[in-house]
């Protein structure tokens, strides 16, 4: 059992940045894949990053590619997104989410994950 608390959300002006953190329970926290997925209103949730068990491998949605960054502390049970040159469209509920993958590899669907946080709003303004 994993759960996982977000934090870091705010409002922040077009091309201002942000850092969301992720709080993780559980002893196994460095065996699970995680991801940061997003829902703007009126959509559909969406991928955004995930990071590999062990850090070696990250991926980002083409939307956000060279804007924001994963990364995790496994040793403190941790998981990071660093927002950077934020756009309104950014504009969503955040959510951190953990899935075990015995291959130890990257999954972009939510279905892969098992385990979610209650989310991070981030408000973007033009």
């Known amino acids: 059992q994993v759960q996982l608390v977000e934090s870091g959300g705010g409002l922040v002006q077009a091309g201002g940045s942000l850092r969301l953190s992720c709080a993780a329970s559980?002893?196994?926290?460095?065996?699970?894949?995680m991801g940061w997925f997003r829902q703007a209103p009126g959509k559909e949730r969406e991928f955004v990053s995930c990071i590999a068990a062990t850090g070696s491998t990250t991926y980002y949605a083409d939307s956000v590619k060279g804007r924001f960054t994963i990364s995790r502390d496994n040793a403190n049970n941790m998981v990071y997104l660093q927002l950077n040159s934020l756009k309104p469209e950014d504009t969503a509920v955040y959510y951190c989410a953990a899935g075990f993958l015995p291959d130890g590899g990257i999954r972009i669907r939510a279905s892969s994950y098992n385990y979610w946080g209650q989310g991070t709003q981030v408000n973007v303004s033009s």
């Open positions: 559980g002893r196994t926290f460095s065996r699970y894949l």
